[in-house]
């Protein structure tokens, strides 16, 4: 029932009209796309609607053979962040030229476009855009590591957070009821903080690790180079500038923080080292140390900096509204951690604990254990499910845009795993809990009821880390909301020719449409086109096919000053070329529209 209600709750959310969020999208060019200009213009430029970063060579310039005609590297003009452009060489001869872009936007994402423009006339043309581009590209190799880093960064920061709050919250509080003044206690102890240690200390390996191949990933994809390629020393200078660069390269000296602090206040002998020893002065039985305290800040302190990464360099930082989105985030990572990291610590560490016990002792603790994490665990859900309803709302926005885009799909495949998730938890706490109070009143051993509660905390351990898996994936992709942040670009071929379609501002009410053909093999303008019609049509409400007759504004321009789009949704653009009396070519191009 509460999984209906909860997924009753999603959908009402997603239903809510959506909001423009942060992602860079190219606004105009300096010289105008498709423009012929007279003389060398000095420079290219591209302006985007927000800050974007890129690396020495983010802005390049080629002439019809493939050769680059640009001089020096990449710059903001004026220091404007909003701008990026390279300089051409000087004494340019007439000919048409392609310049490109290959930058990282605030919220992390590589975006990347380009245009024709013209010196001197109309000249030969050369590699389209799409082609030039395609010199430059990571490769799906290096793309899939990228997630798989940040999976693994994920991975790391919740098992290390959520362990620790298991030790300080579930853990101690427990061995101060429960433990007795035998020796198998003093041992339980003493393997528990050691598994837990090795534990730490893994994380803080596989967190370092997985930050620094998550910068050199980075740099790649920034590059447009592989990832080894990325370790040459200039590609690696540029991406430490960047903010991303800065943040991950942060993450891994705050993760050899935690490791060195992990080795020293965890060692099973330290006098600081959160263990039962015996009572001084003469008295008899066991107590704890009191090293709490300074575990919860010293380790506290150094994953801060690693808890707040997902929000610091991804949508947290720069996705409105900003005030809602990064502690959403923060809080969302949080609670993961708590649950993760807690169902680790019971499934890796406790056992090496409870072996130490007599079976009745076993049973009891275990049974303290586990009620006493079921009981934080029920927070942490109700916490990643009101956080997770939150970033879902901001960024898609849209019930459609569940299943027709990447990250759509991702955050449907999140929601489903947590349900599955939620079932598992309410079956423990229903069912193998009150076994295993029964089993500790009788005195007995956990047996197959012990059993029966691994196996289902191993599936839930697995099932989180493919949520994981799903997040890497979903920090990859642009929020599916983000398409809405107009102009709107797409390019793609109609009949043979190249079709480069914008449409501003590609929300509701009047819009103009641009459309350029160019001959896809020489990259030149294609004006042959007898006429160009475009027919919209909004599926999902039934509107359409409303037919316009573009008009023609320049060699191979076309225009439609005047689209009225009425309603929101994924409107489909039919483009239609009629290139002689007898031959038409038809393009469609789904258009989404706030």
Known sequence: MRAVAAAAAVAVVL??????VAHATLEGTQPAQGASVAR???????????????????????????????????????????????DLRPGLPAGTYTATYRVVSADGHIVTGG???????????????????????????????????????????????????????????????????????????????ARLRVTLLMSALLGAISALAGVVFEAAESAGVSGWAALAPGVLREELTTRFGTIWTAAAACWLAFGVLTAGLLRPRSAHAPVLRAVPLGSTGLALCGGERRLAVGLGIALAGVVLLPALSGHGATQAPVVVMFPSIALHVTAISVWLGGLVALVVVVPAATRCLEKAERTRVLSAVVARFSGLALVAVILLLATGLVQSYIEVGRLDLLLSTDFGRAVLIKFGLLMTLVGLGAFNRRRTL??????????????????????????????????????????????????????????????????????????????????????????????????????????????????????????????????????????????????????????TVDVPIQ
Do not use: C, M
């Open 15 to 20: 239903g809510l009209p959506g909001v423009a």
């Open 40 to 86: 060398n213009p000095g420079r290219v430029v591209f302006a985007f609607n927000e800050t974007v970063e890129g690396n020495f060579g983010a802005v390049r310039v080629f002439d019809t053979r493939g050769g680059r005609v640009d001089s020096g590297d990449g710059f903001h003009p004026n220091g404007t962040g909003s701008l990026i452009g390279v």
């Open 115 to 193: 245009f024709v423009f013209s010196i001197g006339g109309r000249g030969a043309g050369g590699l389209t855009v799409a082609q030039l581009l395609g010199r430059g590209t990571t490769g799906s190799a290096t793309t899939v590591a990228f997630s798989e880093a940040r999976a693994v960064q994920y991975g790391a920061i919740a098992v290390a957070v959520g362990a620790l709050v298991f030790l300080l919250g579930v853990w101690l509080p427990v061995l101060r009821v429960q433990a007795g003044g035998s020796a198998s206690w003093r041992n339980a102890s003493d393997a528990f903080v």
């Open 434 to 587: 009150p076994r295993l109070r029964q089993i500790a009143q009788d005195g007995e051993a956990p047996g197959s009821t012990g059993l029966s509660l691994r196996r289902t905390l191993r599936t839930e351990i697995a099932l989180i880390v493919v949520a994981l898996g799903a997040t890497g994936a979903l920090a990859s992709y642009a929020p599916a909301a983000s398409q809405y942040a107009g102009p709107y670009n797409a390019t793609t071929t109609v009949g043979g020719r190249e079709l480069q379609l914008t449409l501003d501002p590609a929300k509701v009410g009047s819009n103009e449409l641009h459309v350029y053909l160019f001959d896809a093999r020489t990259g030149v303008r294609y004006d042959g086109a007898l006429q160009v019609t475009v027919a919209e049509t909004l599926p999902s409400k039934g509107i359409g096919p409303l037919t316009q007759t573009a008009q023609k504004s320049g060699p191979g321009h076309y225009t439609v000053p005047g689209i009225t789009l009425g309603l929101p949704g994924t409107w489909k653009l039919e483009i239609t070329v009629l290139v002689d009396k007898f031959d038409a070519y038809s393009k």
